[in-house]
């Protein structure tokens, strides 16, 4: 219940892409995701969201917004439970573009890929039906899980973007996945640096789809 108030205090107050004339004017991303989308163990101005506002601005010549809608510890059903009154809160009730970065929670419980398909599934869905842009961004699972699980999980991201003709970034991680230097000291979330790179790498496609 405290991550959960936290999140909606961090959602309708902390940003300030829901208030001003200017924000309202320039174009909105809404990152929905888990803790590499909320920016777990960095600071204000080094998580995913604050990063990737900053290049968009850069590259684009223009204010652009992006909204951290992430929540640690977010399983594609937790997130799939508040798609509602996320998109309630948004300027105008919809956002340009929703980067969906979702599944490494599922993965890391062991959580069937049939399920974590389904969520996502339905989550692509009701943005599209609110007229919102999706970029699904990929998850993969280690091979530890074996080559069928592996195989299952890996593979519904391109699915569900042929399916819905969503944009599909393959794997969230790239470039930073395993790379000591690049994450914290669990191995799992990327340090400001890595997050760099991921922006890197995602931000040329994110720019693609505002500039349309």
Known sequence: MQLRLSFILMLFWSHASFA?????KSPVVLAFGDSLT??????????????????????LGRPVTVINAGVSGDTSTGAHARLEWTVAGLPDGKAD???LELGGNDVLRGISPDITANNIDGMVEFFQDKGMKVLIAGMRA??????EYQASFDGLYPAIAEKYKAGHYPFFLEGVAMDKSLNQADGIHPTKE???????NIGPLVASYLRN
């Open 20 to 24: 001003g004339d200017e924000i309202a």
């Open 142 to 147: 280690p091979p530890s899980y074996g080559p």
């Open 97 to 99: 573009i929703v980067i």
């Open 194 to 200: 890595g997050i760099a790179i991921i922006v890197g």
């Open 38 to 59: 909320a920016g777990y163990g960095l600071g204000p101005k080094e998580g995913f969201t604050p990063q990737l506002e900053a290049w968009l601005t850069d590259e």
